[in-house]
T-cell receptor
């Protein structure tokens, strides 16, 4: 099946630093990717929709200046958490839409811990 | 906007017993329905989906779900669970007609007891 990777799988950073998370579709092109955040014992919360070659669409309540999304190619989207704080600690998951079959494939997630 | 309700946050069940994980949705238009599974320390995997056609859909590992439009439900069932089925299960919904963003339920943790 289609594969989506995320890098890094885990990251620990100091408060105030920025962290970049990559999401790649390994064997298909994805014009649309999604970024989710998963809180402990909670469901996935959609943060933003990333479209190749255009600006991301953010969900209500998500700070676009804090969570920068870049979808520079048909196989790569990046999420940069700027000036991270402990409350940004979470599990971030991306997904990519494969046009053929119109199916969504999820990455394995990135565990961010901000000290 | 559509929404998903998973009433059970945790479901403990003995190995080889049957299980049902409940899911109800709310939408004023037609929808697609999904069940995803998340094993410990792993990402989400699609278990099964209903897009159209037969209301009973099955997965390759013995799970099945039935779309019931009148009851707005999409419950997940398995007649005999295994230890390896221990995971978090998420019901999800999207609007039908091309790809739409997906709304997830809060998840149900299935704990299979030996």
């Amino acid at each position: 099946g289609a594969v989506v990777s995320q890098h890094p799988s885990r990251v620990i950073c100091k408060s105030g630093t920025s962290v970049k998370i990559e999401c790649r579709s390994l064997d298909f092109q994805a014009t649309t990717m999604f970024w989710y955040r998963q809180f402990p014992k909670k469901s996935l919360m959609l943060m933003a929709t990333s479209n190749e070659g255009s600006k991301a669409t953010y969900e209500q309540g998500v700070e676009k200046d804090k969570f920068l999304i870049n979808h520079a190619s048909l196989t790569l989207s990046t999420l940069t958490v700027t000036s991270a704080h402990p409350e940004d600690s979470s599990f971030y998951i991306c997904s990519a839409i494969r046009t053929v079959g119109n199916e969504q494939f999820f990455g394995p997630g990135t565990r961010l811990t901000v000290l | 906007a559509q929404s998903v309700t998973q009433l059970d946050s945790q479901v403990p069940v003995f190995e080889e017993a049957p299980v049902e994980l409940r899911c109800n949705y709310s939408s004023s238009v037609s929808v697609y329905l999904f069940w995803y599974v998340q094993y410990p320390n792993q990402g989400l995997q699609l278990l099964l989906k209903y897009l159209s056609g037969s209301t009973l859909v099955e997965s390759i590992n013995g799970f099945e779900a039935e779309f019931n439009k009148s009851q707005t439900s999409f419950h997940l069932r398995k007649p005999s669970v295994h230890i390896s089925d221990t995971a978090e299960y998420f019901c999800a919904v999207s609007l039908s007609g091309g790809y739409q963003k997906v709304t997830f339920g809060i998840g149900t943790k299935l704990q299979v007891i030996p």
